[in-house]
């Protein structure tokens, strides 16, 4: 794939880059997506696992089931998605990364400023005292109870029916509406509020760039689309960067 000059001088003359990041980039570490043809939601009706009233009425389940996506991601590493965007922290002023995504990818893959909109699965916290529980759960049978006060202990994302963590959202948008050049990455952004931050960057004249397998349903807001693997096409955008500031 080429990579226009004329593309590579245009990112040159930014200062402030978001990558706005969805299931897509993770899905090439070996994450399932949740939509899509091989999607998890295809198999598994979201409202059985992912509502606060399925925690409830069968946290053993909702356990079981978030037990198995760790093991997932534990499993997976970043690819070379998730590192050309923290190198890119070296190119620019300043990198944002603002996720769709749980997986934590983007920090162990270097980036530094990262906002979380959907909540990170290697967090916890406890729903009656609000104990924060991000490494050794205390276990009760199956299921994680606090050990400051009994309470049920779930997993610290975002559930259908929930609103997204307001100081993530705002940072994002704050960091949005001041991006030179705003990337959308492996994502549809058909999700709203969380897909709102694409016209919040268009409207304060950010240079939008989607990196996708295939056109999106926000494609025509794109001044550049490339489609195909984000762990194919961001080193080379990356690349192109770096042998064009060494000259």
Request: charged share 25%.
């Amino acid at each position: 794939m080429e990579i226009l000059q004329s593309f590579i001088n245009r990112l040159l003359e930014a200062k402030s880059v978001v990558f706005f990041t969805g299931a897509g980039i993770s899905a090439e570490s070996g994450i399932p997506t949740f939509r899509g043809k091989d999607g998890i939601w295809n198999k598994l009706k979201p409202e059985e696992l992912a509502n606060f009233d399925a925690f409830i009425r069968n946290p053993e389940m909702v356990w079981e089931w978030y037990t198995h996506r760790k093991k997932i991601i534990h499993e997976s590493k970043p690819n070379p998605g998730h590192t050309a965007i923290a190198e890119m922290q070296n190119i620019f002023d300043r990198v944002t990364v603002v996720t769709q995504n749980i997986d934590n990818l983007h920090r162990r893959a270097g980036s530094r400023e990262i906002y979380e909109l959907h909540g990170n699965i290697e967090r916890n916290y406890c729903i009656q005292c609000r104990t924060f529980y991000n490494e050794e759960l205390p276990m009760e049978g199956k299921i994680p109870k606090c050990s400051k006060c009994g309470g049920l202990v779930r997993p610290d994302i975002v559930w259908f029916g929930e609103y997204l963590p307001q100081d993530q959202f705002s940072a994002s948008e704050k960091a949005s509406g001041e991006s030179d050049v705003f990337f959308v990455v492996g994502t549809s952004a058909v999700v709203f509020p969380a897909a709102s931050l694409i016209y919040t960057a268009r409207d304060k004249g950010a240079y939008i760039v989607e990196v996708n397998v295939e056109e999106t349903e926000i494609s025509y807001l794109a001044d550049k689309s490339f489609y195909g693997e984000a762990g194919k096409i961001l080193p080379l955008i990356a690349e192109s960067l770096r042998n064009e500031k060494n000259r």
